[in-house]
């Protein structure tokens, strides 16, 4: 697995991002990655899960855009969707036209409110989505997150999502209760659930079963 060490530019501001590629051979796939709110995207599974997509010949994009709860507290969800549009331009503008996104708890907020429609397929890793009856979604929108009370989701503000999604779930998660992920699954318009047996919120506790059904959904055509 080759890494590159790249800076992502979002208006004005610069982020630490790498792409890990195949050693050999070209490839056109490349998964984008989205943290959790409290692990940035280097590290423990993500760096498995980086060099395991690297020999099926898939890339990965990551990129750091808060290292800190502050810096965290800081963005909008407006900052956040720029971020990872930026990212996909990036990505586009290397020449990787199928592209996949891998999203972690906090990180799957930020994707599953977003328009996904660069994405082939999208895997959320226990995202840290809870919906509600009523949205402040939209009003919060600019609003930083330190400075928003009360932020709920609902139905409609994952209902954009249209790619084929799986979400992965450990039947221990203390974070993601199995009544949230079933919620978001019937809300998505094709998604389906994985329990990993053992697992909690880490998704540290039984790497090999949750890198597997990584590689079974995001490597197209068996690698």
Not at 146 to 159: Q, R
Request: charged share 30%; glycine share 8%.
């Amino acid at each position: 697995m080759a890494i590159s060490l790249l800076e992502l530019d979002v208006d004005g501001e610069t982020y630490e991002a790498r792409l890990n590629t195949p050693e050999a051979g070209e490839t056109d796939t490349c998964v984008v990655v989205l943290p959790g709110g409290g692990h940035g995207p280097f590290g423990d599974i993500f760096d498995v899960t980086a060099y395991e997509l690297a020999q099926a010949n898939v890339a990965t994009y990551r990129f750091e855009t808060w290292t800190s709860p502050d810096e965290l507290r800081a963005k909008s969800f407006a900052d956040f969707h720029a971020e990872l549009d930026a990212a996909i331009a990036d990505v586009r503008e290397r020449g990787y036209d199928r592209l996949f996104l891998l999203a972690k708890s906090f990180g799957g907020r930020i994707g599953f409110t977003h328009d996904l429609d660069a994405f082939e397929r999208v895997l959320g890793w226990a995202p840290a989505v809870r919906l509600s009856e009523e949205s402040t979604f939209e009003a919060t929108y600019d609003t930083p997150l330190g400075e928003t009370e009360d932020l709920h989701i609902d139905a409609d503000d994952v209902a954009g999502v249209d790619a084929p999604v799986r979400l992965v779930r450990g039947d221990e998660d203390e974070v993601v209760s199995a009544d949230d992920a079933d919620a978001l699954v019937d809300a998505l318009a094709d998604a389906e659930l994985r329990g990993i047996p053992g697992e909690d919120h880490s998704f540290n506790e039984n790497r090999t079963t949750v890198v597997a059904e990584t590689l079974d959904y995001l490597v197209p055509d068996g690698g």
